[in-house]
């Protein structure tokens, strides 16, 4: 059975940019959520979202949003990119959304220049 | 609010000894779940164990053992025998009923020494 599948796995963007990561979850999983990893912050919980519906929010500016597709698959979009974004991007995947043991990705490593 | 704190930010022993990991959580909600995570330098985080604030069941599982107390509000992890491949980053995290959020702790960097 295939884990959680994360592309790309680095990233490097200049400031302003944009930036699309993407994440396919085990199959059959129809919760996925998504976090930052950084050395200042440690893990912070960015969203969630279950059969195509953010369910769950962290605080994290508008600039950073997410969508699920009616596969699971699920996109994470940040805008306006900013060096202090740099980080390595988790996506978890859960089989409800109902406290079950997450499944990660080996993430996304991001650097903003 | 929840949180999370491991207070050991690192840790070295030389292979096969014992290790402890501590982690303490605070919560309002009666209802909660703990966990803890593995992190190799893959990156990844690997599901190490789930307990629920009803099960106060100590839980072993090969050389890994977990003892939860909520009169305490600690959940710590012991790494028995420690081997080298145990090197890791490990992470306890706290998560709400009917919430996928998972709040973590700040982590604990084992290194097992050969």
């Known amino acids: 059975k295939a884990g959680v599948t994360q592309t790309p796995r680095y990233l490097i963007k200049t400031r302003g940019q944009q930036v699309t990561l993407s994440c396919s979850p085990i199959?059959?999983?129809?919760?996925v959520s998504w976090y930052q990893q950084t050395p200042g912050q440690g893990l912070q919980f960015l969203f969630e979202y279950f059969s195509e519906t953010q369910r769950n929010k962290g605080n994290f500016p508008g600039r950073f949003s997410g969508r699920q597709f009616s596969n699971s698959r699920s996109e994470m979009n940040v805008s306006t990119l900013e060096l202090g974004d740099s980080a390595l991007y988790l996506c978890?995947?859960?089989?409800?959304?109902?406290?079950?043991?997450?499944?990660f990705g080996q993430g996304t490593r991001l650097t903003v220049v | 609010a929840q949180k999370v704190t491991q207070a050991q930010t690192e840790i070295s022993v030389v292979e096969k000894e014992d290790v402890t990991l501590d982690c303490v959580y605070e919560t309002r909600d009666t209802t909660y779940y703990l966990f803890w995570y593995k992190q190799p330098p893959s990156g990844e985080l690997v599901f190490l164990i789930r307990r629920n604030s009803f099960d106060e069941q100590n839980e072993i599982s090969g050389r890994y053992s977990w003892n939860f107390q909520k009169s305490t509000s600690s959940f710590n992890f012991t790494i028995t025998a420690s081997q080298v491949v145990d090197s890791a980053v490990y992470f306890c995290?706290?998560?709400?009923?009917?919430?996928?959020?998972?709040?973590f702790g700040t982590g604990t960097r084992l290194t097992i020494i050969p």
């Open positions: 199959s059959g999983h129809r919760s």
């Open positions: 995290a706290l998560s709400e009923p009917g919430n996928e959020k998972l709040t």
């Open positions: 978890a995947s859960s089989l409800e959304a109902s406290n079950t043991e997450a499944f």
